[in-house]
């Protein structure tokens, strides 16, 4: 079992920055591919980015890339999402899930484990 934690989330105007944190418990987070997901009022929820258990290969949605950067520290649990140049757009609930297994996983049912949600609000 995975406990997740988002935390980060705000207001900020297009052109701001924010900085996303997920903080993992439960079983070892190092086993786990991460990634986050999005979900904005009345659409459906949409992957943004993910990266292997190890950190070292990432992807993207082709609406973020360039401008957030998906990251993790596994010796503390946490899994980061740098979110840079934010437009209206970007304006949603932002989710952590943790898959039970490793590699490129983009689809929501491929995850496993998820938190609670941190709002996301780009005025424009």
């Known amino acids: 079992q995975v406990q997740l934690v988002e935390s980060g989330g705000g207001l900020v105007q297009a052109g701001d920055s924010l900085k996303l944190s997920c903080a993992a418990s439960?079983?070892?987070?190092?086993?786990?591919?991460m990634a986050w997901f999005r979900q904005a009022p009345g659409k459906e929820r949409e992957f943004v980015a993910t990266i292997y258990r190890g950190g070292g290969s990432k992807y993207y949605a082709t609406s973020v890339k360039g401008r957030f950067t998906i990251s993790r520290d596994n010796a503390k649990n946490t899994v980061y999402l740098q979110m840079n140049s934010l437009k209206a757009e970007d304006t949603a609930i932002y989710y952590c899930?943790?898959?039970?297994?490793?590699?490129?996983?983009?689809?929501?049912?491929?995850?496993?484990?998820w938190g609670q949600g941190t709002q996301v609000t780009v005025s424009s």
């Open positions: 899930a943790a898959s039970s297994g490793d590699g490129l996983r983009l689809s929501r049912t491929d995850y496993d484990y």
């Open positions: 439960g079983r070892t987070f190092s086993s786990n591919a």
